[in-house]
């Protein structure tokens, strides 16, 4: 499922928030696809070796200026290995971008045919163009279960 248009009428704060967990669904689903259309596709594509592994978030902190906006979460990672797993705590650091796209809206219009006094209104979509995740001290010695 893509990342959804934003109506004019929805905080920044709370659309950045949106994209920021279908990110997270997508990467706990394991779900490359999915997670590929948060991301702003302007480079290379990234994320392409993601296996066995579970991610949860919490302590989710967002701040919007104008067109760029970032979130601070802690990141609950846990991977699975052939012999057992390993759990880590991650700081995380993920910047979004808001890009327009441009909707046909009319009153009784056909699915994908406007009728003709369709207009155009504005909306966006928030995508990331960074992800950074630095491990937490763990408060003892990570073991492999």
């Not at 480079?43 to 067109?67: L, P």
């Not at 155009?120 to 073991?143: E, F, G, I, K, N």
């Amino acid at each position: 499922m893509p990342t959804r248009a934003v109506a004019p009428t929805e905080s920044p704060e709370q659309a950045v928030r949106d994209a920021n967990r279908h990110f997270y669904q997508a990467f706990a689903a394991l779900d490359l696809e999915r997670m590929d259309e948060v991301w702003l596709h302007e480079d290379s594509r990234i994320f392409s070796s993601t296996q066995r592994m579970k991610v949860e978030i919490s302590s989710v902190w967002v701040r919007v200026e104008g067109d760029v906006a970032w979130v601070a979460c802690t990141e609950h990672v846990t991977s699975t290995f052939e012999r057992g797993f390993d759990q880590a705590l991650v700081q995380a650091t993920n910047i979004f971008v808001r890009r327009s796209v441009a909707e046909n809206v009319s009153s009784g219009a056909e699915k994908g045919r406007p009728s003709a006094g369709a207009r155009q209104a504005a909306s966006y979509r928030w995508h990331m163009v960074a992800h950074h995740a630095s491990p937490l001290p763990a408060t003892q010695a990570p073991t492999l279960q």
